[in-house]
């Protein structure tokens, strides 16, 4: 099989794995989040990272500054919502003005700033000791199967084992979907908590094109014969 069938493969089983989605809201969420989960579909399991990375932050600025309005209702400027400078100070706003629950606190400080940052200024190494050091939802074995001993350069405590060089390698071998597919999904629903907790309702007074791609994308089946049909299509119309 060829790069594009394996991709086209692949994507059937991906989309399987997606959580449901989150409800339209505006562009500047929706769209970065469709960004987000068609490149995990797609298998770019890094562009997918760091887009679900900048959603997480740009929801908490728009939350805490206005928790009334979206889109075009929204009087949200640029330099108020730059004020707020690192995710650190996003987090702890966040967390003191109820936006992030007490119990979610150690996720978003041991997991979203950590990858956020470390994706942001391409610190494979470490993502990769703070997030492939436990065993992956799936079972030993089938970790094995992708991170036979001879692959895995990291020891049970996620220290490498080897030169630093070798873990980009690593990364992009499987640990990437692996360390991908969690995120995505963890992502998806606490943004779907942060935006609970406002009284955003959906602006559809601007780029109704927007959103009718963002729900052509989960609408479409995603399997490998209507991927072939869809290409039929193509080539018929030329």
Known sequence: MDYFNLTAHYAEYRFKELPPPLEWIEPSINMLYLNAVSSFVLGNHFASI????????????????????TGLRRKVTIEQLDSMGTI???????SENGLIDKADLPWWT???????????????PHILREFSKKEY???????????????????????????????WGSFFHKSDY?????????????IKKIIAKTNWKPDRSWWKSQED??????????????MKKSL???YSSI
């Open 110 to 124: 041991e997991v979203a700033k950590v990858i956020r940052h470390k994706s942001a200024h391409y610190i494979i």
């Open 88 to 94: 650190t100070r996003l987090i702890t706003e966040a």
């Open 178 to 190: 692996y360390i991908c597919r969690a995120f995505v999904f963890d992502a998806t629903k606490f």
């Open 137 to 167: 939802p799936d079972s030993e074995k089938i970790r094995e199967i992708y991170h036979p001993e001879y692959y895995r350069f990291t020891d049970g405590e996620g220290r490498p084992t080897n030169h630093i060089g070798h873990d």
């Open 50 to 69: 760091i887009s679900m990375s900048c959603l997480l932050e740009h929801t908490l600025r728009l939350a805490l500054f206005d928790k009334e309005n």
């Open 213 to 226: 791609e963002y729900n052509a994308f989960f609408q479409y089946k995603w399997t490998y014969e209507e």
């Open 232 to 234: 039929a299509k193509l």
